[in-house]
């Protein structure tokens, strides 16, 4: 069955460093989402894109974040410097993206990160 | 903007017993509803969905039907099993998905 992957699954870093998560969504599927869970939250959208445009990162923390999709297919969110209020779970998520129909998104296991 | 009010846990129960945790919503369009499951160590696996006013969405015993009127998407389950502990999400899609905080359900034997 196909899957969302990323990694690495936990990430120990300490504030101001600079971190990398990496996202591989189901093939085909030209939606790429990455979202923040704060523990005891929901996700929230940090940005989307469609094949490689970015079409809402309205949420993103452009001052530190940063979000790639180079050629359509995996992805990278990028944090520098890192703050102790960056902890939190970095999920991704991905959909066939067809307008104007109902895409169900499918979801990775996520990256813990843990900002020291 | 489109929200979702969940009821807050920890939800604690015993093997059998039933299981109702409300969702209700506010939109200013016609969102789809969702109820997301996320097991330990695990990312969000979609649940079940309603697209419309009086949809009833059902997967794995679990069922929630779409009300326009009380804006809701209650969850529930009749007989709740061990494996059924989880935190659930109730979440909204009007062009965006927007989720709720979560439920921490534990299941005792």
């Known amino acids: 069955e196909a899957e969302v992957a990323q990694s690495p699954r936990y990430k120990i870093t300490e504030k101001s460093q600079a971190v990398a998560f990496w996202c591989d969504p189901i093939s085909g599927h030209a939606t790429l989402y990455w979202y923040r869970q704060i523990l005891g939250q929901g996700p929230e959208l940090l940005v989307q894109f469609q094949d490689e445009s970015v079409v809402d990162d309205s949420q993103l923390p452009k001052d530190r974040f940063s979000a790639e999709r180079l050629k359509g297919v995996d992805s990278t969110l990028k944090i520098q410097p890192a703050e102790l209020g960056d902890s939190a779970m970095y999920l991704c998520?991905?959909?066939?993206?067809?307008?104007?129909?109902?895409?169900?998104?499918?979801f990775g296991p996520g990256t813990r990160l843990t900002v020291l | 903007g489109d929200s979702v009010t969940q009821m807050e846990g920890p939800v604690t129960l015993s093997e059998e017993a039933f299981l109702t945790i409300n969702c209700t919503y506010t939109?200013?369009?016609?969102?789809?509803l969702f109820w997301y499951v996320q097991y330990p160590g695990e990312g969000l696996q979609l649940l079940l969905k309603?697209?419309?006013?009086?949809d009833k969405g059902s997967n794995k015993g679990f069922e929630a039907t779409y009300r326009k009127e009380t804006t809701s998407f209650h969850l529930e389950k009749g007989s709740v099993q061990v494996s059924d502990s989880a935190v659930y999400f109730c979440a909204l899609d009007d062009y965006k998905l927007s989720f709720g905080a979560g439920t921490t359900v534990t299941v005792r034997a």
């Open positions: 939109a200013t369009g016609y969102p789809s």
């Open positions: 309603a697209t419309k006013a009086d």
């Open positions: 998520a991905s959909s066939l993206g067809q307008e104007p129909y109902y895409n169900e998104q499918f």
